[in-house]
């Protein structure tokens, strides 16, 4: 059986600088009409760059949203277009002033695919080199360096509770594990 819902009508209830909200109408599978909520979001990228002494490096920022710092991954948003690759090593020399040798893909995921239109695309930066670091205008965070092994323990205690974060850290200790 061939799950699918059918879109009937659909309206903008918003369009913002970082998402589209829209309401739809749509037809389920066993004839009914339901109405669905769903925020578009042009996505996303999130970076874990280690160095060669082990350790990761993270940024700490105010989330207004839940009123409290997180610390998290370099992470970006994807112009139009982009090449999430590309937005990467973007994102990563703007919040860390990093560059890396080699930028490996981890995959992508759905953050919240119940309501969210979003993908958000990870990498393992390896080979760093140190540079500057430009920040956007509205961008206000620190970098923090921590062994690599505590950021792991840190996801699994529920101390990192950002999921982009945690999915990193969790796929490049796998990658690593595996590279060993």
């Known amino acids: 059986m061939a799950f699918y819902e059918k879109t009937l009508e659909s309206q903008e209830i918003y369009n913002g600088k970082i998402i589209r909200v829209r309401r ?3 037809e389920l599978i066993n004839g009914d009409t339901s109405t669905r909520e769903v925020v578009e979001h042009q996505g996303g990228v999130g970076i874990l ?3 060669s002494d082990g350790f990761g490096y993270m940024v700490r920022q105010y989330r207004y949203p839940i009123e409290s710092e997180l610390l998290e991954i370099p992470a970006g948003k994807l112009e139009s277009g982009e090449d999430p690759l590309e937005c990467a090593v973007r994102e990563l020399s703007e919040e860390t002033g990093l560059s890396a040798g080699q930028m490996i893909p981890l995959g992508s995921f759905l ?23 430009h920040l956007d205008k509205d961008e206000f965070l620190s970098v923090e360096r921590i062994p690599f092994d505590k950021l792991v323990d840190m996801v699994m205690s529920g101390e990192i509770t950002d999921g982009k974060t945690a999915i990193g850290i969790l796929k490049a200790a796998r990658y690593l594990k595996k590279a060993e």
Do not use: W
């Not at 239109?117 to 540079?131: K, N």
């Open 49 to 51: 760059a280690i160095d």
């Open 24 to 26: 739809d109408k749509v």
């Open 111 to 133: 953050p919240s695919p119940g309501y969210c239109r979003e993908t958000l695309y990870v990498y393992l930066a390896l080979d760093l080199q140190s540079g500057e670091r």
